[in-house]
């Protein structure tokens, strides 16, 4: 079992940054890849960004390549979400999901571990 916990929303106005963090406790945290995820009202939970065990390779949807940074550190079994240049688009509930494969990474039912998200909220 995995236990994940998202912290570091908040409302912003656009232009602005938040960094996202999702703490892991349980197995062994390297074990597994790490997604990121975010749903908006009355949508369905769409891929954000995603990293492999070691961080040796990043993935992101093209709605946030450029603005958006995902890292992880193996010693504080933590991953992040840096999101630069805010939009109001990007208002949703984030959520961090764990997965032991990566051939899928965008496929939310690759996931098998996921937090009760965080919210943001970008103001025009």
């Known amino acids: 079992q995995v236990l994940l916990v998202e912290s570091g929303g908040g409302l912003m106005q656009a232009g602005g940054s938040l960094r996202l963090s999702c703490a892991a406790s349980?197995?062994?945290?390297?074990?597994?890849?790490m997604g990121w995820f975010r749903q908006a009202p009355g949508k369905e939970h769409k891929f954000v960004a995603a990293i492999t065990w070691r961080g040796d390779y990043t993935y992101y949807a093209d709605s946030v390549k450029g603005r958006f940074t995902i890292s992880r550190d193996n010693a504080k079994n933590t991953v992040y979400l840096q999101m630069n240049s805010l939009k109001p688009e990007d208002t949703a509930v984030y959520y961090c999901a764990a997965t032991t494969t990566y051939s899928n990474y965008d496929n939310k039912y690759e996931y098998d571990y996921w937090g009760k998200g965080t919210q943001v909220t970008v103001s025009s």
């Open positions: 349980g197995r062994t945290f390297s074990n597994y890849c």
